[in-house]
Antibody
Framework: QLQLQESGPGLVKPSETLSLTCTVSDGSISSSNYYWGWIRQPPGKGLEWIGS???????YYNPSLKSRVTISVDTSKNHFSLKLTSVTAADTAVYYC?????????????????????WGKGTTVTVSS | EIVLTQSPGTLSLSPGERGTLSCRAS???????LAWYQQKPGQAPRLLIY???SRATGIPDRFSGSGSGTDFTLTISSLEPEDSAVYYC?????????FGQGTKLEIK
């Protein structure tokens, strides 16, 4: 059964870059059937979609974070990564990675990511000096 | 950006009762691209419903989704103690994918 595991530093200093990796087990990140995404949840608050990536490298980003976010995929290591620059205390959150199902809106065009059906357990990142 | 507003904020019901959770969108959600997730404390969200009304794999049939356009509902027909959780709706019709603020369901 597919599993996702987030990893990375639990503490990041303000103004620095947050870097996380999501490793996919018992499945291939190179599958053309899925997108892979990042979602975060500040303490005691709701969920925020950060962005998603296809095995080919095509990405969708939340416009509110787009200027600071980069999501990349490494098919040789079967993982994908998140970088968030210039972090502040407002970026303190549990960060989840997840698998998206996809949908072809127009036949022959690239698919889009839709709902998320498999999630990692999440990793807590605190931004503090 | 589509804003999803969930109501009520908190719902307190007894086992065996019917739970009805609402999700209202600020504009029409195309093709019923609406999902529901359940999140228990300290756990990741779990997909319950996609496409507004399709149950995800392994989800008990006491969970059902309905609605279209701007108004969607998650119904739990007969509550069990393990249904105590926060429930989120999410649209995925365009970018950004957004979530509602959540409804906390308490089982008395």
């Amino acid at each position: 059964q597919l599993q996702l595991q987030e990893s990375g530093p639990g503490l990041v200093k303000p103004s620095e870059t947050l870097s996380l990796t999501c490793t996919v087990s018992d499945g291939s990140i190179s599958s053309s059937n899925y997108y892979w995404g990042w979602i975060r949840q500040p303490p005691g608050k709701g969920l925020e979609w950060i962005g998603s990536i296809y095995y080919s490298g095509s990405t969708y980003y939340n416009p509110s974070l787009k200027s600071r976010v980069t999501i990349s995929v490494d098919t040789s290591k079967n993982h994908f990564s998140l970088k968030l620059t210039s972090v502040t205390a407002a970026d303190t959150a549990v960060y989840y990675c997840a698998r998206h199902q996809i949908y072809y809106v127009v036949q022959g065009a690239p698919p889009i990511p839709i709902y998320m059906d498999v999630w990692g357990k999440g990793t807590t990142v605190t931004v503090s000096s | 950006e589509i804003v999803l507003t969930q109501s009520p904020g908190t719902l307190s019901l007894s086992p065996g009762e019917r739970g009805t959770l609402s999700c209202r969108a600020s504009q029409s959600v195309s093709s019923s691209y609406l999902a529901w997730y359940q999140q228990k404390p300290g756990q990741a969200p779990r997909l319950l419903i996609y496409g507004a009304s399709s149950r995800a794999t392994g989800i008990p049939d006491r969970f059902s989704g309905s609605g279209s356009g701007t108004d969607f509902t998650l119904t739990i027909s007969s509550l069990e103690p393990e249904d105590s959780a926060v429930y989120y709706c999410q649209h995925y019709g365009n970018s950004p994918r957004t979530f509602g603020q959540g409804t906390k369901l308490e089982i008395k």
